[in-house]
């Protein structure tokens, strides 16, 4: 039987895509390696967003051409593979297939056709969705991409390159998929998108059929642009109980002149009413961001505006980033660049904010029970791994509480209804249990579970 190895690197859209080819390639009768000397065809699922991203890449092809069969089929896939186009080929001669995020349901042809090579990163919008068969098996957790691209064309940002223009799928299409994953045990529906509030199709009325299916519990998206927060999407997180009460929204910068340079037109004022208005329906809501720190010409004093924000929103579960040049945008090309030491001291300073605002937020947490989606096992078996409604990771002693089985292995067959369903098997009957947190610090929560959800 033949064997694939894939490996996935940045956003949860490349997860997805990654999931959609393993499914694929599964159907087609082969069997998943984690060993790549031992694998038939090899397929890196390519981030490009920031430079030290996009080399990892790289480096990383030219160890795998070293200890590949010879024969097996090697290739790039995503934002790379957008990027770099042909001179993948040149760069790594070995290669066979380079294939856009918008492509990569051409692969196919290269598994009929080994011999040939295989080029093509268009962008051919949303036919992907429909052209590779749906994941026949859903992970407690489903990530539903519900539109490609994105129009925002922020200076900085290769997306909108290599992603290409936003289009969103048709609703019917969004719930078919939502139906097949809550048929297949999902819980928790994740509706992702490079702008997933921009949906044309309305994010909001998406979000409530979803919440109509009795199974499914738990529904968030990501990631939203801040302008593109219509009220009744904000109102939704007052009246519909299974939107979590987190939402990732970045910022960017704390600095007006920083802002427009990177075009995100939006004012500190505007972002700031858009919070208050989530905390107004919402009063337990929390706020993640994205920043990109050491953009072209940003002094002391934006970056000052950078932390005094961060503060002020006390924003959890955050990203910073060092600014990366990336080429076909037009900040790359802006002058004041700025030095990499100083962006690497500023990138500390504003870790160490955010590690405090995540610090402080998870010991307000201790003492509260929440409901968390178990996601299996740690690494020592010990413990299980689960995420709070904010998206925190909560470590839970196994063996605390009379209602958890003995160990976390059984658990972890239970909290992943494709391996054993969920409503069968002994401990668990759900992925989703009640916690009360027992200790936090500023990477992560403890807790016990309390009883079992019915
Ligand atoms: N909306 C997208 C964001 C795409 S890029 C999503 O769904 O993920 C993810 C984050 O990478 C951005 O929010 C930004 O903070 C960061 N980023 C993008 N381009 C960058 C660059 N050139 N340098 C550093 N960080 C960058
Ligand atoms: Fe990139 Fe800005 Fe869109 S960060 S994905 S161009 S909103």
């Known amino acids: 039987m033949q064997t694939f190895y894939i490996k996935t690197f940045g956003c949860q859209m490349n997860v997805y895509d990654g999931q959609r080819i393993e499914s694929m390639l599964r159907g087609r009768g082969m069997l998943q390696t984690e060993d790549v000397a031992a694998a038939d065809i090899i397929i890196l699922n390519t981030c490009a967003v920031r430079e030290k991203a996009s080399n990892k890449v790289f480096s990383e092809l030219g160890r795998i051409r070293d200890r590949k069969k010879p024969d097996a089929l090697f290739g790039i896939i995503g934002c790379v593979a957008r990027e770099e186009g042909a001179n993948s080929f040149r760069r790594i001669p070995e290669l066979n297939f380079v294939l856009g995020p918008q492509s990569y349901h051409k692969l196919p042809e290269i598994l009929d056709n080994p011999d040939a090579r295989l080029l093509n990163i268009d962008l051919s919008g949303l036919e992907k969705f429909d052209a590779l068969p749906p994941a026949t098996e859903s992970p407690a957790v489903a990530y539903i991409p519900i539109q490609e691209g994105c129009n925002h064309c922020c200076t900085y940002c290769i997306v909108p390159y290599t992603r290409g223009r936003e289009l969103s799928r048709p609703f019917d299409d969004v719930m078919r998929d939502v139906h097949a994953a809550a048929d297949n045990g999902a819980v928790e529906i994740c509706f992702l998108g490079q702008n997933v509030n921009g949906y044309k199709n309305s994010l909001a009325n998406l979000i409530k059929e979803t919440a109509k299916i009795e199974s499914i519990k738990r529904i968030r998206f990501t990631s939203s642009y801040p302008t593109e927060m219509s009220d009744d999407l904000i109102a939704l997180f007052g009246t519909e109980p299974k939107l979590l009460p987190f939402l990732n929204m970045p910022i960017q910068s704390g600095s007006s002149d920083v802002l427009t340079r ?125 995420r709070t409604p904010y998206m925190q990771q909560c470590i839970i002693d196994v063996g605390a509480n009379e209602n958890s089985p003995n160990n976390a292995h059984e658990n972890r067959a239970n909290a992943h209804p494709t391996k054993s369903p969920i409503s069968s098997g002994p401990g668990f009957h759900s992925p989703l249990q009640s916690v009360k947190i027992t200790s936090a610090n500023k990477c992560s929560l403890r807790g016990e579970i309390v009883k079992t959800e019915s």
């Open 262 to 386: 990177m075009n995100r037109p939006y004012s500190l004022d505007l972002y700031i009413d858009i919070v208050n208005k989530l905390r107004a329906v919402q009063p337990d809501i929390q706020i993640s961001s994205d920043f990109i720190v050491g953009f072209p010409g940003e002094t002391d004093a934006d970056f000052e505006m950078t932390c005094d924000i961060a503060r002020q929103i006390g924003y959890i579960n955050s990203y910073s980033f060092k600014y990366s040049p990336r080429p076909h945008t037009a900040a790359a090309l802006m002058k004041d660049q700025i030095p990499e030491n100083v962006k690497k001291q500023r990138l500390k300073i504003l870790d160490d904010i955010l590690t405090e605002n995540n610090r402080r937020f998870n010991e307000s947490c201790v003492g509260q029970t929440m409901e968390c989606l178990i996601e299996g096992p740690d690494k020592t078996g010990k413990h299980l791994l689960a």
